[in-house]
């Protein structure tokens, strides 16, 4: 029994997109869709490897992270910048 009800529009791009009609999806077990993606992607699925620096998130305050923070003068001059563009 399904909890959910998938939109005609939601229905339509994920048959798309997978390129099997949703009541087959519905009917694979789950070992039947992995082999699929695996048979149209051409590679077995894999977890990506969490220690890999790019896969990483950075976490926290971005702009610290980026070391971004404006100060009183860098706005000012912002704005001098701005209004300077203004007049001409």
């Excluded at 005609?8 to 789950?30: F, H, N, Q, W, Y």
């Excluded at 620096?53 to 706005?75: M, T, Y």
Aim: aromatic share 4%.
């Amino acid at each position: 029994m399904a909890v959910y009800q998938l939109s005609e529009e939601a229905v339509k791009a994920t048959e798309r997109l997978v390129g099997l009609p949703i009541e087959k999806i519905k009917e694979m077990s789950d070992e039947e869709k992995i082999a699929y993606v695996e048979e149209v992607r051409g590679e077995p699925l894999s977890w990506q490897n969490a220690s890999d620096e790019d896969a990483v998130q950075p976490r926290g305050n971005i702009p610290s992270i980026r070391k971004r923070f404006s100060d009183r003068a860098d706005l000012d001059e912002r704005e001098k910048i701005i209004t300077d563009r203004g007049r001409a």
